[in-house]
């Protein structure tokens, strides 16, 4: 357990409205991670942070934005919903041994 | 860009069985292999990893081997239990935001 908790864990919202998710983590690790996952294709990188204000894009991140004010807190904002990104999202941290560790998930769907 | 290919599911076997789940990857360097599995409901959990090649990794009686000739590195298990029944990915990272997932493959072990 990397101490990675989610927030919140469920949620059903209405295409083009926005949203936030929250992933927060207790043992102060650079590296944080969000991902949504799909049936057939796995885990997917939306954006990463590298440090505080430090955020970059990753293979699935139109549609999406992130901020990172403290170490312990990265969020990822859906600017204005949509179908498609209905997924169920990971938040993950990376050790110092290039090992990621995963929270529980949020559940999201978009009617 | 790098990749991970793993066999297709869902894998359904009896308890006791030999389990074996295919994986092989792409990469343009010399990626950390990883297998995480997944419990209903729940994130990803690390099982195991190999970060050179001819590494075994190890946990729970599930074995991988870093194969570079054959770029694979495949998971297998002895004598399977109920409580195996998950989800597996596999996995490999070349950098600090580089991890690459394969597709999953259900795994679903009956008594």
């Known amino acids: 357990d990397a101490g990675i908790t989610q927030s919140p864990r469920h949620k059903v919202t209405e295409t083009g409205t926005p949203v936030t998710l929250r992933c927060h983590q207790t043992e102060n690790h650079r590296y944080m991670y969000w991902y949504r996952q799909d049936p057939g294709h796995g885990l997917r990188l939306i954006h990463y942070?590298?440090?505080?204000?430090?955020?970059d894009k990753g293979e699935v991140s139109d549609g999406y934005s992130v901020s990172r004010s403290k170490t312990e807190d990265f969020l990822l904002t859906l600017e204005s919903a949509t179908s498609s990104q209905t997924s169920v999202y990971f938040c993950a941290i990376r050790t110092v041994h290039n090992e990621q560790f995963f929270g529980p998930g949020t559940r999201l769907t978009v009617l | 860009g790098n990749s991970v290919t793993q066999m297709e599911g869902p894998v359904t076997l009896s308890e006791e069985a030999f389990l074996t789940i295919n994986c092989t990857y792409t990469a343009t360097g010399y990626p950390s292999l990883f297998w995480y599995v997944q419990y209903p409901g729940e994130g990803l959990q690390l099982l195991l990893k190999a970060t050179k090649a001819d590494d075994k990794g190890s946990n729970k009686g599930f074995e991988a081997t870093y194969r570079k000739e054959t770029t694979s590195f495949h998971l297998e298990k002895g004598s399977v239990q109920v409580s195996d029944s998950a989800v597996y990915f596999c996995a490999l990272s070349e950098g600090n935001n580089d991890m690459r997932f394969g597709a999953g493959t259900r795994l679903t072990v009956k008594p």
């Open positions: 942070s590298y440090g505080v204000k430090d955020t």
